[in-house]
């Protein structure tokens, strides 16, 4: 993938250079976002590294700040060992832990990278701040220095007032720090990525590929909770009408790693074409990024004539719109078996609803015990 390199060195260095020098490991350091000040703790610490300061990824993340919304959402990678950023407006940012490297969805590399302490992720502070137009704070306190995160209209004390009205906050936790001082501390080690799973001698070996129909009016959320859960991968279709309405849900699902496609249907291929381009239109909108993914709502003969035109037009070889009113159990059992008779690779196409979802956590609860591969899928697999 071909990347640019962003103009962000020459303003990194110039904040390092803010920075006191000595600024050894058992430095405290306190955190708050907004008015709140962050509990402290060996995971939640900011730290410094080669003079610039580094958060917990947690720091930026409402359900696990303690419920300050700064707009940043994210979403996690075990398996290719990355963690993405994303907020309205804003391209999805990648940090790519195993291979130290960090870009967004517009091709754009950028010059630094995540750390891994205490089993935590840890990212720049004043890079993330930057790139989400938050307000970045360093500010000195009487019991050592204060990383402060803000967004606009998100607090009510200023700067000066918060550190006058944090005294206690700041007592407690460096009286807590002191007690859990013992010594310097050894960098967890980097993890790497989770192998491939290797071919079982003997054994039929499924490789399943999952897509969603998003249209039920549901919404793609409890599939990519039951997703998120199990580590696997999808792609989801949406109408391109309907896209505004799930922009929130489709950044998750880019930035957890699955894919998005278009559900199109018309008379003729310049009819779906034109729908297809309309939702690309709007994708860059939302995520700042585009598809060639086509869920064709048409004949085989429509689907041959878009894939002519550089269209991945999906066919599924198991669906679940086959079981129309079944329960979750009956259907991730019909689905189970439609995929047993498949002898390389299965492409398993569900809908959105409660109904699916149910099913789809039943599914993968069984794939997870068998010899089945769930992967995502890629334009030379249809």
């Known amino acids: 993938m071909k990347r640019k390199i962003l103009a962000l060195v020459c303003a990194l260095l110039l904040l390092c250079a803010l920075l006191p020098t000595a600024l050894g490991a058992e430095s405290m350091y306190f955190l708050a976002v907004n008015d709140k000040m962050i509990e402290y703790s ?19 993340i409402a359900e696990k700040n303690g419920g300050v919304n700064l707009g940043v959402f994210y979403g996690r990678d075990p398996q290719l060992n990355t963690i993405s950023l994303y907020g309205k407006q804003k391209p999805i940012i990648t940090f790519d832990i195993a291979k130290g490297i960090t870009y967004d969805t517009m091709d754009n590399l950028y010059p630094y990278r995540a750390l891994i302490r205490n089993n935590t992720v840890y990212l720049p502070a004043w890079a993330v701040c930057n790139y989400f137009e938050l307000e970045y704070s360093y500010l000195a306190t009487n019991f050592g220095p204060l990383i402060r995160i803000k967004n606009e209209g998100g607090y009510y004390l200023d700067d000066r007032f918060f550190v006058s009205s944090a005294t206690d906050k700041f007592r407690e936790q460096k009286k807590q720090f002191d007690r859990d001082q013992r010594g310097e501390e050894t960098p967890a080690p980097k993890p790497t990525s989770s192998p491939v799973d290797p071919a079982v001698p003997g054994k039929k070996q499924i490789r399943v590929f999952f897509a969603f129909r998003c249209d039920s009016g549901e919404g793609p959320v409890a599939l990519l909770d039951q997703l998120e859960g199990e580590g696997g991968k999808a792609l989801f279709f949406f109408r391109p009408q309907d896209l505004a309405r799930w922009d929130d849900q489709i950044r998750r699902l880019l930035a957890q790693g699955h894919r998005i496609g278009f ?16 939702g690309n239109r709007l994708l860059a909108h939302i995520a700042r990024t585009s598809t060639d993914f086509l869920l064709v709502d048409g004949s085989s003969a429509l689907r041959k004539e878009l894939a002519t035109q550089g269209w991945a037009c999906w066919t599924s070889h198991v669906s679940s719109l086959s079981y129309a ?39 993968l609860t069984k794939m997870d015990t068998k010899d089945y591969l769930i992967r995502q899928i890629a334009e030379s697999d249809l």
């Open 325 to 363: 009113g079944a329960r979750p159990s009956t259907l991730a059992t019909a689905l189970q078996e439609g995929v047993d008779r498949r002898t390389s690779s299965a492409r398993v196409l569900m809908d959105d609803s409660s109904t699916s979802s149910q099913a789809l956590g039943r599914l």
């Open 263 to 278: 559900l199109v249907d018309g008379p003729d291929a310049a009819t779906c074409q034109e729908q297809a381009e309309e």
């Open 42 to 60: 060996a995971d939640t610490m900011p730290i410094v590294n080669s003079g610039t300061v580094y958060v917990p990824y947690t720091t930026f």
